[in-house]
């Protein structure tokens, strides 16, 4: 992902925010089925990816050495084409939201569209076992309803978990490099980088007062 200077993250605490506040991601590779033709890769799938719970120390700048979890329909073809030891992306995709030249209040301007974005590169293992993937089930429930769920207790559920596992593919990304793009409008001058937050406040819209909350959060660099 090309990231202009300025819209880099300030350090990888950013990136994992990001990844923990928004779990539901875009996972593309290469297709290796046998009689493939090149037009029907690369394969694509959005699902839900959580970092890995039992990880341990800190994570580096750009991710690398972290490892993520994560799981889909086992008749996905993306799942057969998925051999262990390959390279996958995974992308994250945090508040966005669009700008329109009239809360500059300058002539002349341009609108534009502020995002946030982590690509994440790495090396994919699936898992086997049924139980591995039932720890990954269970820890993803874990994460989501300790982050936006009710405190759901899935104990009296672990029996149906059971039923459903067999046709669930799990499995780790152990992270070689990492992406960060913050385009929250730090190219403009103070006063008018403030008027695009203050809009984005005003608006009823979740990801227009999240987009608002990261920029107010985010350290500016000077122009």
Request: with cysteine; hydrophobic share 35%.
């Amino acid at each position: 992902m090309f990231v202009p200077n300025q819209y880099r993250e300030p350090d990888g605490s950013w990136m994992v925010d990001l990844i923990r506040n928004n779990p539901m991601a875009l996972m593309a590779s290469n297709s290796s089925l046998a009689g493939e033709s090149p037009a029907t890769s690369p394969f694509a799938t959005h699902l839900p990816v959580i970092p890995d719970p039992q990880m341990t120390g800190d994570w580096s700048a750009d991710l690398s050495g972290g490892t993520l979890l994560g799981h889909m329909n086992r008749t996905n073809p993306h799942w057969e084409a998925l051999e262990t030891g390959s390279n996958v992306l995974l992308v994250f995709t945090g508040p966005h939201a669009y700008v329109s030249p009239t809360v500059y209040e300058l002539t002349p301007a341009a609108p534009t569209w502020n995002f946030t974005s982590v690509h994440v590169h790495g090396v994919v293992e699936k898992f086997d076992s049924l139980d591995e993937t039932l720890e990954v089930v269970q820890s993803t429930v874990r994460a989501f309803e300790g982050k936006f769920g009710t405190g759901w207790d899935m104990s009296e559920s672990i029996g149906y978990f059971h039923k459903l596992a067999p046709a669930v593919g799990s499995f780790r990304v152990r992270v070689t490099r990492a992406d960060g793009m913050f385009k929250l409008s730090q190219e403009q001058e103070p006063e008018v980088r403030g008027r695009v937050q203050r809009s984005f406040a005003g608006r009823e819209c979740g990801r227009h007062r999240e987009a608002a909350r990261l920029m107010s959060e985010l350290p500016c660099p000077q122009l």
